[in-house]
C-alpha cells in the first residue's frame, strides 16, 4: 500500500526501502526519537521527504493532492488537540475540518462507545482526563471512517485493561472492514498480539521488519 524509495527527511528519516502492506494491522515501534512519528507525517503528507519517493497504492504521493490524501489516510496524532466546548463539538470539528458531512447523534454516540469513553455528547470537555481527551480523539477518528488508520501511541495513558479493550475493538473492527491500521506502539505486547507485521525503527532507520502468523 505505501511504498518508499530512498527516503531521506532531514537528518530524521532514512529508508532506502520499506513496504507497508494494505489492509492489516502493522506496528512501528522504536526508541523515543528514533523517527516514528516523522514517518507517519510522511504517510499523509504532513511533511515531504527531501529526497526519494513515497507511493501510495502505487502513485507518488508528491502528485496527490494532500487534502484528498487526509480523507482516506487518517493520523491520529500523538497529543492530539481537544478544542473548548463539548464532547460532540470535538466529534463534530474532526468531520468539519476534513469537509465530510455531519452525522447524527446517534453515530456519534457509537463512536464514543468503540473508543470505550463513557460520556455524554453535551458534556463539557473542561474535566475530562488525559487518558478521556485521548479516547474522545479516536472516536473522532473513528467517525472520519478513513482507509488508513495512523496512529501515534493511541493507548499511551491508558491504563492496560483500557488498552486491551480499545485495541482489541479496533483491530476487530478494521479487520471486518478491510482497513488497515499503522500503529506506533511502546508496547511490545500490543505490538506482538495484535500485529500482522512489525517495523523496528532506530535512527531513522529500519531496523528490523518481523511478520507475525
Ligand atoms: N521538524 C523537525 N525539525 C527538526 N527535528 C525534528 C523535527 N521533528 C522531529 N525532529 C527530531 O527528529 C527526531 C525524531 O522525532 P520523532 O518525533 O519522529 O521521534 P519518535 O520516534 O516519534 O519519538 P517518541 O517515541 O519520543 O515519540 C527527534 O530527535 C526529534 O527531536
Ligand atoms: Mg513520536
Known sequence: MFRFQNVTYKDIIN??????????????????????????????????????EIFYLDEPLEELDAISLRRKVIM????????????KDNLLIGLKFSEKAM??????????QSARLNKKLDD????????????????????????????DEPSASLDEETEKII?????????????SIIMVTHSNKIATTYSDLIIRIDKGKVVNEEAMI
Open 76 to 87: 491520529l496524532p500523538q497529543n492530539p488537540a481537544i478544542y473548548n466546548g463539548t464532547v
Open 15 to 52: 529508508i532506502k526501502s520499506l513496504t507497508i502492506p494494505s489492509k492489516k494491522i502493522v506496528c512501528i515501534t522504536g526508541e523515543s526519537g528514533g523517527g516514528k512519528t516523522t514517518l507517519l507525517k510522511l504517510l499523509n503528507k504532513m511533511i515531504s521527504p527531501d529526497s526519494g
Open 167 to 179: 485495541i482489541e475493538n479496533l483491530v476487530a473492527q478494521c479487520k471486518q472492514n478491510a482497513k
Open 103 to 112: 452525522e447524527s447523534d446517534d453515530k456519534l454516540f457509537i463512536s464514543l
Open 124 to 151: 463539557s470537555v473542561d474535566n475530562l482526563s488525559g487518558g478521556e481527551k485521548q479516547r474522545l480523539a479516536l472516536a473522532r477518528v473513528l467517525l472520519l471512517n478513513p482507509d488508513v488508520f495512523l496512529l
